[in-house]
Each structure stands twice: as structure tokens, then as C-alpha cells.
């Protein structure tokens, strides 16, 4: 069964500060996603990552950075938190091949950051 | 005006109802149509996907599309406790490409014994 873990499941940081998210997947997976949940506007995709040490930008990057160092770790980095970005942080990863239907992605649990 | 419309809820049932969750698209570009899962404190799991019109069966969960009227549909039968969840639309053009996939903001339903 596969297996995403996102390191924390809550996270309380101050403005300013510079946050990292972990993700780790059990699959071999080559894809690799971070989403951002907010009520009301659904999953938005802010990075993703074909490959490692490959990134691009999704919807909402602006604020945001990855690292894809190896494999199997798609780090979110917040390069210096605001309040805006207090949210539920969702990592999520597939098979290359196949398409969203027939290599659907599988989600950690999420991180829930709150900035104050 | 968003891509992809679904009614927040919460929709509260009692057990043995049938469910209906819908949403609302406006690009008719959109070929795939998936439902997500999302039990609380969890991630979403794929439940089921359509591809272009019609419906798909899965065993208490029918999936259908109305690419003429931009809508498609979850129903559930004979629900219980446990399908108590978020239930998210999400959406993607023809080629399936993840980049593109479009989520509706999810309608929590509570199933109530």
C-alpha cells in the first residue's frame, strides 16, 4: 500500500520565519505534488516535481520554494512564513505514466501550519 | 467565476438514504471527471472517475456526467456512517496531465444512524 508522510501534522509558526514541510513516499513514485487546502477554495496545486532535482510551478507559488534531492523527499519551503499562508498543506505523489485517471495520485495526511 | 462549483454542505442524511453530491463546471474542455474521498484528519483518496459522459457503477456509488449541461454527479445508496466524508470533484482536460487537474472545494456529508 503506498505510503505518504508528511513529518507534522501541526505546525505553529511566527511570521518571518523560514518553514520547511518534509514529505516522504514508500513507492518509488516519480511524481511528486504539494497542494494547499482552504475552505471554500478546494486543492490548489503549488509545486510539483516529475523528477529529481526537476521542479515546476503550479497555481500558486508565489511565496514558496521546493527541493527535490532525492526521489523519494519533495520538500515545501515557506522562505518567510506570512499569515496568508496559514493553511492545510497536502503532499501528494503518482506514477509518471498514465494520467491523473489511471495513476491517480495518493495524498499524506496533511499538515495543518498556522503563521501568527 | 471558478472552474469547478460544489455546494460546501454540510449535508446531513440518516442512514439508508440515497446521496446526491453534484458540481457545476464551466470549461467544456474537461474530459475526465473523478470523485476524491477525504475522511476526516486525512488525505483524499481517489473513489472513482468517468471519462466524457455517461455513468460508471461501483458497487453503493454511481458516478455520472452531463457533459450537455456542464454537471456531474455522486450518488451514493443505501449510505452509512462510515461514507461520512468530504467528497471532492476534480476535474482534467484530455490529456490527464496532473498540472491541470481541477478540484471543487469539497461538500462534507454526515451520515447519521
Known amino acids: 500500500d503506498v505510503k505518504v508522510t508528511q513529518s507534522s501534522r501541526y505546525l505553529v509558526k511566527r511570521t518571518g520565519e523560514k518553514v520547511f514541510l518534509e514529505c516522504v513516499q514508500d513507492m518509488d513514485h516519480e511524481n511528486m505534488f504539494w497542494y494547499r487546502q482552504d475552505p471554500g477554495l478546494g486543492l490548489r496545486l503549488i509545486y510539483f516535481s516529475y523528477d529529481v532535482k526537476m521542479k515546476e510551478k503550479g497555481d500558486i507559488p508565489e511565496g514558496y520554494s521546493v527541493s527535490r534531492e532525492k526521489k523519494e523527499r519533495f520538500s515545501l519551503i515557506l522562505e518567510s512564513a506570512s499569515t496568508n499562508q496559514t493553511s492545510m498543506y497536502l503532499c501528494?505523489?503518482?506514477?509518471?505514466?498514465?494520467?491523473?485517471?489511471?495513476?491517480?495520485?495518493?495524498f499524506g495526511n496533511g499538515t495543518r501550519l498556522t503563521v501568527t | 467565476q471558478k472552474e469547478v462549483e460544489q455546494d460546501p454542505g454540510p449535508l446531513s442524511v440518516p442512514e439508508g438514504a440515497i446521496v446526491s453530491l453534484n458540481c457545476t463546471y464551466s470549461?467544456?474542455?474537461?474530459?475526465?471527471f473523478m470523485w476524491y474521498r477525504q475522511y476526516s484528519r486525512k488525505g483524499p483518496e481517489l473513489l472513482m472517475y468517468t471519462y466524457s459522459s455517461g455513468n460508471k457503477e461501483d458497487g453503493r456509488f454511481t458516478a455520472q456526467v452531463d457533459k450537455s449541461s456542464k454537471y456531474i454527479s455522486l450518488f451514493i445508496r443505501d449510505s452509512q456512517p462510515s461514507d461520512s466524508a468530504t467528497y471532492l470533484c476534480?476535474?482534467?482536460?484530455?490529456?490527464?496531465?496532473?498540472?491541470?487537474?481541477?478540484f471543487g472545494a469539497g461538500t462534507r456529508l454526515a451520515v447519521h444512524p
Open positions: 470549461n467544456s474542455a474537461f474530459q475526465y
Open positions: 476534480a476535474l482534467t482536460l484530455g490529456d490527464g496531465g496532473y498540472n491541470k487537474l481541477i
Open positions: 501528494a505523489s503518482s506514477l509518471r505514466t498514465g494520467g491523473v485517471y489511471n495513476s491517480p495520485l495518493h
